[in-house]
């Protein structure tokens, strides 16, 4: 019988078979649980969120392109962490920003947090966070101007007020807060995706039910955000509900590269989130502290890493 | 992975065990035997045959003084055609002495079944049966049989886990050769003064478990145990702690936690040679994968080609880009399909183009897969970063030499990353610079 050998038989190192996933079928699944925000954005604040997001997608891939065929690197857009990376900029904007901003926004988060630290897995932090922080600082009018919902603006003159947390660390009145029911629904004033906390949680199971994401992070963030309000004797479910949390816990805290491997690590980190936040948010000038935590926890990331390798088989206590 | 298992981590691997139902057939004999000197671990055998001598079935060709090492005997009657010198396909110098098969399966007069009266005469026989460690290490046995502790050993464990994908043929031995292996166990047992016997079986081979329960009942010490069907169960200190809870210390033996581990074939070819003389010639193979037209399970003599074997399957039914000796997680992609049967040896897979493709690595992602899927609970990701760097004071922190190889993290990986390759070549890396 014909011999077959050297040349047309592959000879390559096992394991001659590997799990169907990939790095564009993870970040799909991101995509995926992102639409139920991205459709609660726009019923929200109307077509311009949806605008703005579609902006910050487009500018951030071609971004990542550009910088790519410039630099001569080989081409990633097809691992749709540009698009992730858009999505989740365009979430942390007000509605109301300028599209050139936004484009801006993107910039710092492609070429300057990913691209030039290496590329996918290389950032030291959360591209579309420091983005929104660069933005912050640069543009603080614009960047805390929050546009009303569209229900809300029907019924008043105002274009703009605060947000619920603005609300309360402004020692404002406790009647103007939103009801828990808008705040769960996503009918507050705030970033445009970040505002509807059933839509978020949604996407959020959705991405733990895909085993895209562990639920370590996001439920040790919410918790400690929690018991830290109700020791602060604050309403706790108005603190899980305001602000950025639910999405920075589900989407932004657990970004792989800027997190920690173990889950011992996973829960330092979550805990150091929640922490900084509910400090922020009680004690500091700004009305929210997702973001700052979380870029802070990033950048401990690799201490955290460091520091919580776990026991390895055989290596002293099992258990 | 949670901290609060007392289960290693492991992953789910698709079982494509096809071939389950499918009792061995014998393979007729083959026109040559081409016999590896090579075929465990330890010092390779020197033939003992010259070239035009006669040869009977069972007749031992290639033996070594060294201490590990095991015979190698002749499985066909025939005529010493030649011994020639030939690179095996791990890349190191073999000699294979090849048997042109005269078919008259002549029987060496004297073999008699050994007398087995106590230790001393039972690990003699161990090592005149020829058997090594048959699920993949190639260990000799009667080295493995005779630790340097043997009053703290107390416990036999018999790895039926069999889990690798597609492998049936240790399914198939625990069925067919149940009295055998129980018989085995017993003789092992006494001779070593071994309280316990743990049969460890995966939970996807009921028929097995049912089986060997049902003859087991009665025995005094002896026990089936379930494993959990998933990857890598079988591997030795995964199967050490899934069954007793014993950890087996980095750089140490399972004797040194006081176990003996053996795979059933092992048993089984122990006992056979016990019982009727007959040492180690034959194996029980899986042919499978799909550019094989017939897949089955084969008995077949050592030496006998693996093209020929193939054909004895039908043949392929595409053209075969890969074939890998052993199952997919593990096992090795040989080069030429002419190469021959070793004791080791208990698959053999063939797949077309579309499967062998080796898909392109992309970046690291950080995901955290592959720490989480590592059964001895090693770092791949920061191990292979560490590789890049050549970095062998992290690499050694990373305990890196504790990698076993089974392939859990490269599986796992979304961007294909060769991780259990990298902790290869990291492990050699090591060795080497310890040495400086
Ligand atoms: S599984 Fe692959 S991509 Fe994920 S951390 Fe490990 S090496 Fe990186
Ligand atoms: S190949 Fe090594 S590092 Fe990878 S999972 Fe197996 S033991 Fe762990």
Redesign the pocket.
């Given at each position: 019988m014909s011999r077959y050998n050297q040349g047309t038989l592959i000879v390559s190192s096992s394991p001659h078979i590997l799990d169907n996933i990939n790095?564009t079928r993870i970040m799909l699944d991101v995509i995926i649980a992102l639409v139920p925000a991205f459709i609660m954005s726009g019923v929200v604040f109307g077509p311009r969120a949806i605008l703005l997001t579609i902006t910050c997608v487009a500018s951030c891939v071609v971004f990542e392109w550009a910088f790519e065929k410039v630099t001569k690197k080989e081409n990633t857009i097809t691992d749709l962490s540009a698009v992730v990376t858009g999505i989740l900029l365009g979430f942390n904007l007000p509605s109301s920003l300028p599209y050139w901003m936004a484009v801006i926004g993107s910039f710092v988060a492609i070429v300057v947090v990913k691209q030039l630290f290496g590329g996918i897995?290389q950032n030291f932090a959360n591209p579309a966070i420091t983005a929104r922080i660069v933005l912050m600082l640069s543009f603080a009018t614009p960047m805390t101007t929050w546009p009303l919902p569209k229900q809300i603006l029907e019924a008043s003159d105002a274009v703009t007020g605060p947000t619920p947390l603005g609300i309360m660390n402004m020692g404002g009145n406790i009647s103007e807060l939103p009801s828990k029911i808008d705040m769960f629904l996503g009918f507050t004033g705030g970033c445009l995706g970040e505002t509807s906390a059933i839509a978020l949680l949604i996407g959020g199971l959705y991405l733990i039910g895909r085993k895209v994401i562990e639920p370590t992070i996001p439920v040790v963030y919410i918790g400690t955000v929690f018991i830290i309000a109700l020791i602060a004797g604050q309403d706790p479910v108005f603190h899980v509900l305001a602000g950025g949390l639910m999405l920075g816990a589900f989407f932004m805290a657990t970004d792989?590269a800027t997190s920690p491997?173990t889950t011992k690590g996973k829960i330092v980190y979550a805990i150091g989130c929640g922490i900084l936040t509910m400090i922020i948010r009680l004690f500091g000038a700004l009305p929210e502290g997702v973001s700052f935590s979380i870029l802070l926890m990033n950048i401990l990331t690799p201490h955290i890493d460091n520091l919580s390798r776990r026991k390895i088989y055989g290596g002293g206590g099992k258990k | 992975m949670s901290i609060f298992s007392k289960h290693l981590p492991a992953i789910h691997v698709e079982h494509h065990k096809y071939t389950a139902e499918c009792p061995t057939e014998k393979m007729p004999l083959p026109d040559k035997l081409y016999i590896s000197m090579l075929q465990h671990i330890g010092a390779p055998c020197e033939p003992t045959v010259a070239v035009g001598d006669h040869v009977k079935v069972g007749q031992v060709i290639g033996d070594s003084e060294a201490f590990v090492s095991a015979p190698i005997h002749t499985g066909a009657s025939g005529k010493v055609l030649s011994i020639e010198k030939t690179m095996s396909s791990v890349g190191i110098w073999d000699l294979i002495v090849t048997i042109a098969v005269d078919k008259k399966q002549e029987v060496l007069e004297d073999l008699s079944p050994p007398e087995v009266t106590d230790k001393e005469s039972f690990l003699k026989a161990v090592r005149a049966s020829g058997v090594v460690g048959l699920g993949g290490a190639a260990f000799p046995t009667h080295v493995k049989f005779n630790p340097k502790n043997p009053e703290e050993v107390d416990t036999l464990i018999i790895n039926g886990a069999e889990c690798e994908p597609y492998i049936t043929s240790d399914y198939r031995t625990m069925l067919e050769d149940s009295e055998l292996l129980v018989n085995g166990i017993k003789t092992t047992m006494k001779h070593l003064n071994l309280k316990k016997t743990i049969i460890a079986i995966e939970a996807n081979k009921e028929p097995a478990i049912k089986k060997l329960s049902d003859m087991v009942k009665d025995e005094p010490g002896i026990e089936v145990f379930t494993l959990k069907s998933v990857y890598p169960q079988g591997a030795e200190r995964v199967v050490i702690y899934e069954t007793t809870g014993r950890v087996v210390p980095p750089g140490k033996l399972p004797a040194d936690a006081g176990v003996l581990v053996s795979n059933v074939s092992t048993i089984v070819a122990l006992q056979r040679y016990i019982e009727t003389g007959m040492p180690l010639v034959s194996k029980k193979i899986t042919v499978d994968g799909n550019a094989i037209k017939n897949p089955k399970n084969v008995e077949v003599l050592i030496g006998t080609p693996i093209n020929e074997l193939i054909g004895f399957c039908g043949g392929y039914r595409r053209v075969p880009k890969k074939i890998i000796m052993g199952g997919p997680m593990m096992g090795r992609a040989i080069y030429d399909d002419s190469i021959a049967i070793i004791k080791n040896n208990n698959a053999i897979l063939a797949f077309d183009e579309e499967w062998a493709t080796v898909p392109k690595e992309t970046?690291?992602?950080?995901?955290?897969?592959?720490?989480k899927?590592c059964p001895m609970m090693l770092m791949?990701?920061t191990i292979?970063k560490a590789y890049d760097k050549k970095d062998v004071e992290a690499l050694k922190k990373l305990n890196v030499t504790l990698c076993m190889e089974c392939g859990s993290?490269s599986y796992?990986?979304?961007?294909?990353?060769q991780?259990s390759f990298m902790n290869r070549l990291a492990k050699q890396l090591v060795a080497e610079g310890g040495k400086k």
């Open positions: 790095t897995g792989y491997l | 970046a690291c992602i950080n995901c955290g897969r592959c720490v899927a791949p990701t292979f993290c796992v990986c979304p961007a294909k990353k991780l």
